[in-house]
């Protein structure tokens, strides 16, 4: 579903160029989890945001191949690229209080992404608001109603983070990237959003990409595992054998 070869991000805003990524290579299959885990600096969340269209700066460059089904995600026009961001590829940031926008009340912020498609989808405002408030129940939120219309300071970080995947998923994407969703949450609310992916991933078959240097995270939700060290990719294999049998020294010492 989405194959990624060869990718390289450099950056020109210092005096000596930076390569932040390097030939970095994996697949994703239909309805596959998979874990890129590293540390601070490992290239890891750079390599999320260059699939999900996000880094378009001037100051840096990317080359490489990122196909989604058979779509060059690199050389894609923005126009065309905008089209793809939200209906095909689904992204949750680290911390929903500094994404969400604290002076919009949570609902009209899950349904951005349909706004944005209005003449296209051709929705109403009422049906907006029937399938913002669906995707926020499918998602856990129980009071959506209620949430709906609240801000983003007047409910808790589960909460956000939830409201931030119904987003994410409204508009159903083949692909969901979560670049370190539960970071900022705590260990039970963390298990539930973990568990929330699981469920998810199983009733929707969409594909997810988890990026994370929280390995019993990583261990508990996917099933394939990417281990990146300074914008190289220096193990990749299922969970169990990352998990059970690391080849590199370096995956043994962030195990271990």
Known sequence: MLTVK??????????????????????????????????SGSGKS?????????????DLTKSGVIDLDGIDLLNLPRTKLRE???????FVFQDPLNSMNPV???????????????KTLGLSKEEMKAIAIENM??????DAERIYDAYPHQ???GQRQRAMIAAALVLKPKLLICDEPTTALDVTVQKKIIDLLKKLNRETHCSILFI?????????LCDKVVVMKDGLVVEEGSSKEIFSNPKEEYTRQLIF
């Not at 793809?84 to 689904?90: A, E, F, L, S």
């Not at 994370?212 to 508990?220: C, G, T």
């Open 6 to 39: 060869d990718l390289r991000i450099e950056f020109f805003d210092h005096e000596l160029p930076e390569v932040a990524v390097k030939d970095v290579d994996f697949t994703i299959e239909d309805s596959e989890i998979l874990g890129i885990v590293g540390e």
């Open 137 to 142: 129940k499918s998602v856990g939120l129980d």
């Open 155 to 157: 409910i808790s970080g």
């Open 46 to 58: 750079m390599t999320a945001m260059a699939i999900a269209g996000l880094l378009n700066r001037k």
């Open 212 to 220: 994370s240097h929280d390995l019993s995270v990583i261990r508990a």
């Open 84 to 90: 793809i961001q939200g209906n095909d590829i689904g």
């Open 104 to 118: 919009l009340k949570v609902g009209p912020q899950v349904e951005e992404a349909m706004r944005i498609r209005k």
